[in-house]
């Protein structure tokens, strides 16, 4: 069980230093370039992956590339969605993207959603649209309340399709180590060029937060992985208990250390997210989901 609580803590102090990257000068875009190889050297250490095979990894290059551009992308938008909006939010959307691999499950591979399923997507959507609200009209704010429906939006859709992308990786046979592993190169690469594109000038302050960054969110990745393999006839109550974690994690956190505020159909959204949790994986899961970038 403390493998899972590891989990939470690092996946939850992954949204901390968001929150308080930019009031500590932090760049987000340098500190996720820095992460990736920081993420590959701590996967090519614990994971050990096996390239021996690489004829085959070359056979589902586009998938590694659209995984590529996609963690960084994804990453930059989550930054941005805890900055402006909050960790509270913010995380409870990140876990609600489990909506899409699920539908993503039956529409492209095939599997048949059961009463269960249907219900959790239900409310999955539901509390999507709680967690969006922000009546912020009144003020004239209506603009940037958009905008901050459109980060939280995007963390949702960029985390959905990573997960799926994970999943149709897996199903083409690949390995979870190496195809992590490749993938965190990839991204590291991307995010360089982006970064080198826009003649970027790297502080030591980006680049001390991207070491940090890499290691939590590989830890929550390891972690997790540790607590499947310690509760393997329980998968179910590993992934609800992470992701029902970390939305109760992060609302205390967020709360209490940096006073955010949820208005009532936020609060009603982040309840519906832990009810569409329970019911999207009660009695299955899918066994392939990355609990992070």
Known sequence: MYFLVFSIICS????????????????????????YPVAAVCSWIFLQPKLLNW?????HWLLFLALGMGLPAGFI???KAVEQVGMIKTDAAQRLSLFLPILASYVIFNEQLGVNKIVGIALALLALFGLLYKNDGAKGKSGSSFKNMGYLFGVWLCCG????LFKQMAKAGQEFAPTL??????AAIFIMIYLCLRKTRWNAASI??????????????????KAHQHMQNNPSLVFAGMNLGVISLATVVGCIFFKERINGLNAAG?????AAIWFLF???MLHGWIPGF
């Not at 939850?12 to 992460?35: D, F, H, M, T």
């Not at 592993?181 to 990839?186: A, D, E, I, K």
């Open 282 to 284: 009660y009695g299955s």
């Open 270 to 274: 982040i309840v519906l997210a832990v």
């Open 55 to 59: 004829q085959i990894q070359t056979h």
């Open 181 to 186: 592993f490749v993938t965190f190169v990839l």
């Open 161 to 164: 399709v990573v997960d799926i």
């Open 12 to 35: 939850v102090s992954v949204s901390v230093l968001l929150k308080l990257a930019r009031r500590n000068g932090v760049e987000i875009p340098q500190a996720i370039a820095v992460s």
């Open 208 to 225: 001390l937060a991207g070491l940090i960054l890499g290691s939590l969110n590989f830890g929550n990745i390891l972690f997790y992985i």
């Open 77 to 79: 938008v989550l930054g």
